[in-house]
């Protein structure tokens, strides 16, 4: 599956600031979020790992 890495700056009052952001691409034909995902026409909600 598809997952993104988050960092965050947390302050001593709890308030969180984001810094960076990163998606990871698991490159697989059937997770709907990869850049990899199948475009010809199948069930995808069947078929494919949904995030």
Request: glycine share 2%.
């Given at each position: 599956?598809c997952?993104?890495?988050?960092?965050?700056?947390?302050?001593s009052?709890?308030?969180?600031?984001?810094?960076?952001?990163?998606?990871?691409d698991?490159n697989?034909r059937?997770?709907?979020?990869?850049?990899?995902?199948?475009?010809?026409?199948?069930?995808?909600q069947?078929?494919c790992?949904?995030?």
């Open positions: 599956m997952f993104e890495i988050t960092q965050y700056r947390e302050y009052c709890t308030h969180r600031q984001q810094i960076t952001s990163q998606r990871v698991c697989d059937k997770c709907r979020l990869s850049q990899l995902h199948g475009q010809q026409s199948h069930n995808c069947a078929v790992k949904q995030a």
